[in-house]
């Protein structure tokens, strides 16, 4: 079957502080992975994808790699901004792209 | 400007009352999407419809049901025998072999 795995939080840095939330899944063929970012009150939004093993999706500072070896797509920034507080979802779409699935999401602080 | 509304922002039932929440995209977009999200959980699948006059039961479909009249809305109703309803609700969209797009969600509650 089809899920996702992310690590729980919340997870609280310092400002400019370098940011990974960990994100594995399991999947039948050859899934699509995403991250989406949800801010208080608001849907989500699409932060990055990437549709095959060894893209690397990037947006707003933020990557991610699709990794099939060890079946990851690890969330990284390399210095966080207090604006960057929100839940992170990791998902993964199925080939066909028909449904999504999304783990549990993770809530990040940043203070300053 | 294109985009998922979703309305009311805020909606509140009474015991035993159904209740209707709205989703209209002007993305012209295929398929439409129901999740329910729970506080500190993750998105669940309600119903999804790939066309028009179409739809399926996703993952928790049990006192929910919809109607996919036109291309553009998709209206979720919320019926009695859904026993816990309080959540906050999020309608999305998608083209083929593109990522969904989400509106900003109703929160529905109990009174």
């Known amino acids: 079957g089809n899920s996702v795995t992310q690590m729980e939080g919340p997870v609280t840095l310092s400002e400019e502080a370098f940011l990974t939330i960990n994100c594995t899944y399991t999947a039948t063929g050859y899934p699509s992975l995403f991250w989406y970012v949800q801010y208080p009150g608001e849907g989500l939004q699409l932060l990055l994808k990437?549709?095959?093993?060894?893209d690397k999706g990037s947006n707003k500072g933020f990557e991610a790699t699709y990794r099939k070896e060890t079946t990851s797509f690890h969330l990284e920034k390399g210095s966080v901004q207090v604006s960057d507080s929100a839940v992170y979802f990791c998902a993964l779409s199925p080939y066909n792209f028909n449904k999504f699935y999304f783990g549990s999401g993770t809530k990040l602080n940043v203070k300053p | 400007d294109g985009g998922i509304t979703q309305s009311p922002k805020y909606l509140f039932r009474k015991e035993g009352q159904n209740v209707t929440l709205s989703c209209e995209q002007n993305l012209n977009h295929d398929a439409m999407y129901w999740y329910r999200q729970d506080p500190g959980q993750g998105l669940r699948l309600i119903y999804y419809?790939?066309?028009?006059?179409?739809?399926q039961k996703g993952d928790i479909a049990e006192g929910y049901s919809v109607s996919r009249e036109k291309k553009e809305s998709f209206p979720l109703t919320v019926t009695s025998a859904q026993k816990n309803p309080t959540a906050f609700y999020l309608c999305a969209s998608k083209e083929w072999e593109q990522p969904q797009h989400f509106g900003d969600g109703t929160r529905l509650s109990i009174l």
């Open positions: 990437a549709t095959k093993a060894d």
């Open positions: 419809s790939q066309i028009v006059n179409d739809f």
